[in-house]
């Protein structure tokens, strides 16, 4: 079964780069939510969307900016990258109102390091 | 404020014993979802649970969703290496999109 496909698995960026994060979600899932895991923590949530609107906002800073298409894709949109944002980042996609309580399931995600 | 507390924090027993996991709330969920973590990788589902004293089995695995939706347990049976991760309890509040992850429980299976 086709899975959350995210791109890319591994990012490299200096301080003050803007980096792009995408989330193809699992076919005919409509939300889309992104988490922020630090090493050793629980996954902290950013934002969801469900029909490509903003349905939910988390810790996410400023300087993150997110949205999904028509396709349902998201991308997760980080600028002026400090240090501290080095993290894991999950995308997970789930089917609104399915009979289970919208179950998420979580792509791979993307290992974000900042130098 | 961490809304959902799992316990315990670390674990680590032998092969062949029994374990249980506690997510606690004091906040209501409509559902509430365990996955398990490898490291460098994304949580993997293992079951929702939505209705108030709710009994899912998962192969050796038992969960149970308590009666006022406030909290849930993992039950392991006879725990094999392979078991080895990071578990995490998710609760979904009523009419928002916002997961709350708990704060997770690492257990290591010994051979």
């Known amino acids: 079964a086709a899975g959350v496909i995210q791109s890319p698995r591994h990012l490299i960026k200096e301080k003050r780069e803007t980096a792009t994060l995408k989330c193809y979600p699992i076919?005919?899932?409509?939300?889309v939510y992104w988490y922020q895991q630090g090493p050793g923590q629980d996954p902290q949530f950013l934002i969801s969307?469900?029909?490509?609107?903003?349905?939910d906002k988390g810790s996410i800073p400023d300087r993150f900016s997110a949205q999904q298409f028509s396709d349902y894709h998201s991308e997760l949109n980080m600028s002026s990258l400090e240090l501290g944002d080095s993290a894991l980042y999950f995308c997970?996609?789930?089917?609104?109102?399915?009979?289970?309580?919208?179950?998420?399931?979580f792509g791979p995600g993307t290992r974000l390091t900042v130098t | 404020t961490q809304l959902l507390e799992q316990s315990p924090q670390f674990l680590s027993i032998q092969e062949g014993e029994n374990l249980t996991v506690y997510c606690n709330s004091s906040?209501?969920?409509?559902?509430l979802q365990w996955y398990r973590q490898e490291p460098g990788e994304g949580p993997v589902l293992l079951v929702t649970v939505v209705t108030g004293g709710e009994v899912k089995k998962l192969k050796r695995l038992t969960f149970q969703f308590g009666d006022a939706r406030k909290d849930s347990s993992l039950h392991i049976t006879a725990a094999q290496p392979g078991d080895t991760g990071l578990y995490l309890c998710?609760?979904?509040?009523?009419?928002?999109?916002?997961?709350?992850f708990g704060t997770g429980t690492r257990l290591k299976v010994l051979a």
């Open positions: 076919p005919r899932h409509d939300t």
């Open positions: 998710a609760g979904l509040f009523s009419g928002t999109y916002k997961y709350i």
């Open positions: 906040s209501v969920f409509s559902s």
């Open positions: 997970a996609s789930s089917l609104f109102g399915s009979r289970e309580g919208n179950e998420q399931y």
């Open positions: 969307f469900y029909e490509k609107m903003q349905s």
